[in-house]
């Protein structure tokens, strides 16, 4: 059912915060996903996806692996001060940068943009030069649009949080080409190819303008869901 078909209730989200991945589903994948992965807990999975997070994993554990391609991919990557680096710093669990600067910074609260609660994990970060990035595992740059969205949604973040100008942020998207084998299985080639991406300030209004009606529509879209399931 479309959220403007539904009646009013109390808006309710499935988390204290907006992130890109929320934003990137209800966008980009539509209300079903959405509910799939953020209300029923049955997020999808595919070959393409399980690649990306064992890729994800490796870079965050930094050890040797045995396969020669992931060794490849692990030495030759660009190398970040921070990993998994929260914006701002709400978990601090291990499966996010836990280096002593990151440990000083202590457990803070989501960055609030025009009413909405704000957070991001980004793959790297370091703090000399701004510089960040973001690792894809793809079979071609088809999704290119949906990775500079991120990028500007992930610089809006940085802007509030080091009160840095948008132009500053250095991003690259280092990505690695995929191809598939037999038995539906997904690998990585070996190549990389490091994509430099300039985000300005001009290209935050319209994701600065998107957020606020996103928000709304997810709080009333899981006020309806969670209403029919009797919670």
């Not at 403007?4 to 209300?31: A, T």
């Not at 290119?144 to 132009?167: D, G, M, N, S």
């Amino acid at each position: 059912m479309s959220v403007k078909k539904q009646s009013k209730l109390k808006p309710r989200w499935p988390r204290p915060y907006l992130s890109w991945s929320q934003f990137q589903v209800w966008k980009f994948k539509g209300e079903e996903e959405f509910a799939k992965v953020y209300i029923y807990g049955e997020g999808k999975t595919n070959p393409a996806m399980q690649l990306g997070k064992q890729v994800a994993d490796m870079v965050f554990a930094d050890e040797e692996q045995g396969d020669p391609i992931l060794e490849h991919l692990r030495i030759f990557l660009p190398h970040s001060e921070h990993t998994e680096f929260e914006v701002p710093r709400l978990k601090g669990d291990n499966k996010r940068c836990g280096c002593a600067k990151c440990k000083a910074r202590g457990i803070e609260n989501p960055l609030m943009f025009n009413g909405v609660p704000l957070y991001g994990i980004l793959d790297g970060w370091t703090d000399k030069g701004f510089a960040a990035n973001e690792k894809k595992t793809a079979k071609s740059r088809q999704y290119e649009e949906v990775w500079r969205a991120q990028l500007k949604f992930y610089t809006l973040l940085l802007h509030l949080y080091f009160k840095i100008r948008p132009e500053q942020v250095d991003w690259t998207i280092s990505w690695m080409p995929t191809e598939w084998e037999t038995g539906n299985i997904v690998q990585p080639t070996g190549d990389i190819e490091n994509i430099k991406v300039k985000i300005g300030a001009g290209d935050l209004p319209r994701i600065g303008a998107e957020l606020p009606l996103v928000w709304r529509e997810i709080g009333q879209f899981c006020a309806n869901q969670f209403r029919s399931l009797g919670l």
